[in-house]
């Protein structure tokens, strides 16, 4: 069905063309000049068919944010998840467990208290529940200090053997926030030294490093090319949302919009659209309509967004389409049921998201 032919707004459609692409590119600096393994992030993407296409593309396992994320994953034949969090409630904790009976679903620790926590879980299920250690390179946030302090912790896990280290992960996202273009690259790769040199650390101890995961889509061409860095969860990035082009300055193209309808034009110079904050997420960076000549301002309510323009707009009639490229996926994305994913202006398929945890 073209796309001016859809009934109801707002809507989130995902031009193919553009998202593989984006892909392309993403999967050849990590993967192929990077040499890295790619475990794309899905706290934004969501999809599972999503999900199977960067597996397609190159990617070899997922990383997600929770236990229901990664249920939605497994259940729909991925069989290497990374949870990049800690996992403490009770119920969580024995779903984790369940889920590696059938796939391995990698749980973050930084502290003994995990580590408990985990192996009564793994012991209760009759099975083994992989690990990495969080560490700590700058976010503060959660994660253990770099050093001898992850050494100490992995091997009371090795202790344990209900459960399997299997390595380390960090998120450098405080470096996202630099936008000196010399300063940022110098931080990110400090920042991930801390995390390599812990890999080395545990090396020097006779504990075996399988993974060494770091790397968003705000320092991936970054990270892709550090030593010792095994793995790279950028994922986001896909959809090239303006956050990511815009600010970061990546190489990347508009994939995913809102689809809106025009419900008033009170003056020549305003456009009212259906697209509220109800449907789309203003942090941390706004949406933006796309072809509105002189746009001044915008105004969100819940089912309303005010368009300002400093002249007189012709067209945009009430009933008329109108589109915004996305300011930030991950604020918008989970507030959808579905995607609909267009080739040439025409669906091509529907991308079921799952109800939010």
């Not at 200090?145 to 090795?158: E, F, R």
């Not at 025009?262 to 203003?282: E, F, L, M, N, Q």
């Not at 796309?290 to 009430?318: K, N, W």
Request: hydrophobic share 45%.
């Amino acid at each position: 069905m073209p796309l001016h032919r859809l009934p109801e707004t707002p809507f989130l459609a995902l031009n193919l063309e553009a998202f593989e692409r984006n892909v392309a590119q993403m999967a050849h600096t990590i993967v192929v000049q990077g040499g890295k393994r790619w475990r794309p992030h899905t706290k934004a993407i969501r999809s599972p068919a999503i999900a199977q296409r960067l597996l397609a593309a190159g990617a070899s396992g997922v990383t997600c944010a929770t236990v229901a994320e990664a249920e939605t994953m497994v259940h729909a034949g991925i069989g290497d998840v990374l949870i990049a969090n800690q996992v403490v409630g009770r119920d969580q904790l024995q779903r984790l467990a369940a889920l590696n009976t059938t796939a391995r679903v990698i749980a973050a620790i930084d502290a003994p208290a995990h580590v408990a926590l985990l192996a009564g879980a793994a012991a209760n299920a009759n099975t083994v529940v992989p690990v990495v250690i969080e560490v700590d390179v700058g976010l503060n946030r959660a994660g253990v200090a770099p050093g001898h302090a992850a050494v100490a912790l992995a091997q009371i896990v090795l202790a344990h053997s209900q459960l399997r280290y299997c390595g380390l992960m960090a998120w450098e996202g405080h470096t996202t926030r630099i936008t000196d273009p010399v300063a940022k690259p110098a931080a990110i790769r400090a920042a991930v030294g801390l995390l390599t040199d812990t890999a080395r650390h545990c090396k020097q101890a006779g504990i075996a490093v399988e993974i060494v995961s770091c790397g968003g889509t705000g320092t991936y061409p970054v990270t892709s090319t550090i030593d010792g860095v095994t793995e790279i969860q950028a994922g986001g990035g896909v959809f090239g949302d303006l956050r990511y082009r815009t600010e970061f300055h990546l190489p990347l193209v508009p994939a995913l919009t809102l689809c809106a309808t025009v419900i008033s034009r009170p003056t020549a110079r305003r456009i009212v659209c259906d697209a509220g904050w109800k449907y789309h997420g203003c942090h941390p960076t706004l949406s933006q309509p796309l072809r509105i000549p002189g746009l001044l301002s915008m105004a969100y309510a819940a089912e309303h967004l005010t368009l300002e323009c400093g002249q007189d707009v012709a067209g945009f009639a009430v009933g008329e389409r109108i589109e915004l490229a996305l300011g930030y996926a991950d604020s918008t994305v989970f507030l959808h049921r579905e995607v609909l994913a267009m080739r040439q202006g025409e669906i091509e398929d529907v991308l079921l998201l799952p109800a939010r945890p």
